[in-house]
T-cell receptor, first 115, second 114 residues
């Protein structure tokens, strides 16, 4: 299994600012992903964080708004840029634990509130 | 468009009974389907995976069925306990090959009363 630590766990941000969320995995993993979970909603995949190359974004998400870094096999960051109240959400980092089973391990999430 | 549906209404059952949660999907041909548990303020935790060529999978008090003709999965918790109270998410593999990408349903909240 993999243990995933995210920080910050929560933050209150001002409109127009940017915030970077860090994700640390306690073991090397091939695939890492970033999800968003808006209040009362399910998880929506933002992007796949690719080690050493640009992230792969899902429809509706762009690099300018959600730049992602993945410098190595245990660490990734997600930045939420130029925030608006609509960006208030929980952002979850996840890693694939086993390529055969496809199961994902998740961090506890970072709850952002944008005023 | 692709869609995953779980019963959005909370499921309330008595301790000791079997809880059955439903996941329906359209316009997908997933290679596998997974179930996760999510407690308030926590990240989802993986429970079970079932592949497209499997009809049923069991793990302790949990049982999952997968009917690719009906495009439906059922998730059962037998001898339910108050500690089983949580939101349960269904997730489908997305895309060809092992992309690792999962698409999640909105989840069903289970409340087990003592």
């Amino acid at each position: 299994s993999a243990v995933i630590s995210q920080k910050p766990s929560r933050d209150i941000c001002q409109r127009g600012t940017s915030l970077t969320i860090q994700c640390q995995v306690d073991s090397q993993v091939t695939m890492m992903f970033w999800y968003r979970q808006q209040p009362g909603q399910s998880l929506t995949l933002i992007a796949t964080a690719n080690q050493g190359s640009e992230a792969t974004y899902e429809s509706g998400f762009v690099i300018d708004k959600f730049p992602i870094s993945r410098p190595n096999l245990t660490f990734s960051t997600l930045t939420v840029s130029n925030m608006s109240p609509e960006d208030s959400s929980i952002y979850l980092c996840s890693a694939q634990g086993n390529a055969n089973t496809g199961e994902l391990f998740f961090g506890e999430g970072s709850r952002l509130t944008v005023l | 468009s692709q869609k995953i549906e779980q019963n959005s209404e909370a499921l309330n059952i008595q301790e000791g009974k079997t809880a059955t949660l439903t996941c329906n999907y359209t316009n997908y041909s997933p290679a596998y389907l997974q179930w996760y548990r999510q407690d308030p303020g926590r990240g989802p935790v993986f429970l079970l995976l079932i592949r497209e060529n499997e009809k049923e999978k069991r793990k302790e008090r949990l049982k999952v069925t997968f009917d690719t003709t009906l495009k439906q999965s059922l998730f059962h918790i037998t001898a339910s306990q108050p500690a089983d109270s949580a939101t349960y998410l269904c997730a489908l593999s997305h895309g060809s090959g092992n992309t690792g990408k999962l698409i999640f349903g909105q989840g069903t909240t289970l409340q087990v009363k003592p």
